[in-house]
């Protein structure tokens, strides 16, 4: 099978999020597996020409403007072909998406341009079997092959639905669609323009990124304003939680952490805990145990919980480790609790990272108390790194952790703390338990030999999306475009 996997960031090239890991790392899961996978994906600044071939030249009208391009290929250090489009008016920026905490206003002109030039590779270089799109800049794709009537298979996967692609109705006709698509069945939302719709609407099969979150969207809570949209298409809906790569992931083979080890040899964990407690510039005490957590300090990651519950955490007698950055008032409340407990909370505002790696290896427990998290990936590293999670039961958390409760504790498939009510309370309930469980040694061992030994590799993960991609043409041969 040939499948074209059409992502607007993917590792090593760009990357703002989870969305990159997963097209950097299962197309090659995929190819593992004999498939005829390749990656599209825009030229952005820093990725450079060298050692590019031409492809083609691209070509397109929008909103009366002429825009040309070229596609260049190359392939990754894990033997996948990359097509790279080049149009620097439009990706040659700072930033991918926006810059200074705002969006380009062109994104509708940029992403479309990709999308067109996509269906160009298409028709004349390379014909996948199946197009893979993800979230709503690639989501334009299944629209316009619906409007030309090709019957070409399309899989479109929703990373986060809370980014849709929102724009005012007047600018719909930068969207080259037919005039007849800007209805509520297409892509019109409350009289704008709504991009991911298009994907939602017009693809075969959608996917998003655990099965749990497949089941939340569909609701008011976490919809977004498309759970009708979902509960109409639930039939194909699939979750498939993200996987993790192992070769990057893993504290026998990291390099970025002071000292290595596995489930059989747990002594180079506490030399990493050692470690980060002196770098972070924290009292080194064993019996402290030591929480970390690495996100984007906003409420969707439940860092409004993390705020009101940061002294009952510390009484606790847990120290904090808080590496992220985010919303102002955030990043000003934990500098406040840094200063306020020198002995016991450390932040550090940004991303690092080689510290993101050995706050996993170092760290106890994790926390992610997420309001949502449509997959996750740091529980998932945790795991392997021993390092117990403490989560919300939400989307791939969900999916992922097994609350030590009595009954999975003495069924040996507990792997960590869960809660459910979104309150501090439930929170330092949870830590609560964690903390108790650290202090009981045959207990927390016998917790991480669960989570280090567990399996969420990609060339797993790459097995259900193989049959996804079946199931999806079986779909597109039933009901043709």
Not at 191 to 214: C, F, I, Q
Not at 292 to 315: E, M, N, S, W
Not at 418 to 425: A, R
Request: glycine share 10%.
């Amino acid at each position: 099978m040939k499948v074209l996997f059409c992502a607007c960031e993917a590792v090593p090239y760009a990357k703002t999020g989870g969305l990159a890991d997963v097209a950097g790392a299962l197309p090659a899961a995929l190819r593992r597996k004999g498939l005829d996978v390749r990656v599209m994906m825009p030229r952005y600044r820093g990725i450079n020409r060298n050692g590019l071939e031409p492809v083609q030249q691209v070509y397109s009208v929008i909103g009366g403007t002429a825009l040309e391009g070229a596609v260049w290929m190359g392939t990754s250090s894990d033997g996948v072909p990359h097509y790279f489009l080049d149009q620097p008016f439009l990706y040659d920026r700072g930033g991918l998406y926006g810059e200074g905490g705002r969006d380009f206003e062109d994104n509708l002109v940029r992403f479309a341009f990709f999308c067109q030039s996509a269906l160009g590779l298409m028709h004349k270089t390379w014909t996948p079997d199946l197009v893979h799109c993800h979230d709503w800049h690639t989501a334009l794709i299944p629209a316009y092959l619906r409007a030309h009537r090709n019957p070409l298979p399309t899989l479109f996967t929703v990373h986060n639905l809370a980014h849709q692609g929102i724009f005012p109705g007047e600018q719909f006709p930068l969207s080259c669609l037919p005039p007849e698509t800007f209805t509520p069945d297409g892509l019109e939302f409350y009289g704008n323009v709504n991009v991911m719709k298009a994907g939602l609407v017009y693809s075969h099969a959608l996917s998003t990124v655990s099965e749990t979150y497949a089941r939340e969207i569909q609701t008011e809570e976490f919809g977004a304003g498309l759970d009708g949209l979902l509960r109409a298409r639930s039939a194909d809906l699939f979750g498939i939680l993200n996987g993790v790569d192992y070769a990057l992931w893993d504290p026998s083979v990291d390099p970025h952490i002071p000292a290595r080890y596995h489930a059989g040899d747990l002594a180079g964990k506490a030399r990493c805990k050692a470690a980060l407690q002196q770098e972070m510039d924290l009292p080194v005490q064993a019996y402290a145990p030591l929480i970390g957590t690495v996100a984007r300090l906003a409420p969707q990651k439940g860092f409004d919980l993390v705020a009101a519950a940061l002294d009952a955490i510390v009484a606790t007698g847990a120290q904090v480790v808080i590496l992220g950055a985010g919303e102002p008032a955030f990043e000003e409340a934990f500098r406040a609790a840094s200063a306020r407990f020198p002995h016991q909370v450390r932040v550090i505002i940004g991303f690092d990272e080689g510290l993101a790696h050995r706050i996993e290896a170092g760290a106890d427990i994790f926390l992610m108390p997420s309001r949502f998290e449509p997959s996750g990936l740091n529980q998932l590293y945790s795991l392997r790194y021993g390092t117990q999670p403490v989560v919300r039961r939400t989307g791939g958390l969900a999916d992922s952790i097994v609350d030590a409760t009595p009954e999975n504790l003495r069924l040996g498939c507990a792997n960590g703390f869960v809660f459910d009510d979104y309150t501090p309370e439930a929170l330092v309930a949870a830590i609560g338990r964690a903390v108790a469980a650290y202090r009981d040694p045959l207990l927390w061992r016998s917790l991480q030999q669960v989570g280090m030994r567990a399996d969420f590799s990609w060339d797993r993960v790459a097995g259900r999306y193989l049959e996804l991609y079946d199931a999806t043409v079986r779909r597109a041969a039933e009901r043709p475009s």
